[in-house]
T-cell receptor, first 113, second 109 residues
Framework: DGGITQSPKYLFRKEGQNVTLSCEQNLNHDAMYWYRQDPGQGLRLIYYSQIVNDFQKGDIAEGYSVSREKKESFPLTVTSAQKNPTAFYLC????????????FGSGTRLTVV | QKEVEQNSGPLSVPEGAIASLNCTYSDRGSQSFFWYRQYSGKSPELIMSIYSNGDKEDGRFTAQLNKASQYVSLLIRDSQPSDSATYLC?????????FGKGNQVVVIP
C-alpha cells in the first residue's frame, strides 16, 4: 500500500541533544512538508521541499534542519537550538501543484525529558 | 488578520443533527480549499476538497465555498458519534497549505 511512514512514533530528547525524525513516502509525490502541532495552535509549517536537493523554510524553521537527498525521504532534525521542541510532528506529501491536498504520516510525538 | 481562521469554540451536537463549521481566509487569490478530520492523537485525514463557488456533497458531508466573501464551510448531516473529532480548514497558498486552528466537534448520543 502506498503511504507515508514516520518513525519513531514516540521520541524523548534530553536537553542539548539533537534528534532526527524520519519520513519516508512511496506515493511518488514530488513535494514533502514538515508541520508542528501544539495544543490549540493548529499546524505550523517548519520546512518544505518541492524537488530533490532543494528545500525552503516555512514559518517556524529556527532550530530545525532538513535534507532531501532522495525523492522518497525527508528527514527532520530538531537541534539543540530549538528551545521548546515538545510537540506533535507531522510529515506530509503532495503532488507538487498542491491542488489535491496533502497525505499525512501518522506523526511523531517528541517530548523533552 | 490570520491566513485561515476558525473562530468557533467546541461544538456539541446531538446524534442525528447537523453540525456546521465555518472558516475564513485572507488571501483572495487562494484557489483550493480542504477540510481535514483529526481524531485525538492521530494525524489529519482529508475528507473534502472544493475549488469553485457553491456546494460540493460527499455522503453526509457538504462543503460550501464563497470566494467573494472568503469563507468555506462544512456541514455534517446526520451526525454520528464517530464524527467526534477536530476539523481543520486548509487553504492552498503558493502550493503550500495554511491551516486553521481547528474546531472540535462532540456528537452526543
Amino acid at each position: 500500500d502506498g503511504g507515508i511512514t514516520q518513525s519513531p512514533k514516540y521520541l524523548f530528547r534530553k536537553e542539548g541533544q539533537n534528534v532526527t525524525l524520519s519520513c519516508e513516502q512511496n506515493l511518488n509525490h514530488d513535494a514533502m512538508y514538515w508541520y508542528r502541532q501544539d495544543p490549540g495552535q493548529g499546524l505550523r509549517l517548519i520546512y518544505y521541499s518541492q524537488i530533490v536537493n532543494d528545500f525552503q523554510k516555512g514559518d517556524i524553521a529556527e532550530g530545525y534542519s532538513v535534507s532531501r537527498e532522495k525523492k522518497e525521504s525527508f528527514p527532520l532534525t530538531v537541534t539543540s537550538a530549538q528551545k521548546n521542541p515538545t510537540a506533535f510532528y507531522l510529515c506530509a506529501s503532495s503532488i507538487v501543484t498542491g491542488n489535491y491536498g496533502y497525505t499525512f504520516g501518522s506523526g511523531t510525538r517528541l517530548t523533552v525529558v | 488578520q490570520k491566513e485561515v481562521e476558525q473562530n468557533s469554540g467546541p461544538l456539541s451536537v446531538p446524534e442525528g443533527a447537523i453540525a456546521s463549521l465555518n472558516c475564513t481566509y485572507s488571501d483572495r487569490g487562494s484557489q483550493s480549499f480542504f477540510w481535514y478530520r483529526q481524531y485525538s492523537g492521530k494525524s489529519p485525514e482529508l475528507i473534502m476538497s472544493i475549488y469553485s463557488n457553491g456546494d460540493k456533497e460527499d455522503g453526509r458531508f457538504t462543503a460550501q465555498l464563497n470566494k467573494a466573501s472568503q469563507y468555506v464551510s462544512l456541514l455534517i448531516r446526520d451526525s454520528q458519534p464517530s464524527d467526534s473529532a477536530t476539523y481543520l480548514c486548509a487553504v492552498n497558498r503558493n502550493n503550500r497549505l495554511a491551516f486553521g486552528k481547528g474546531n472540535q466537534v462532540v456528537v452526543i448520543p
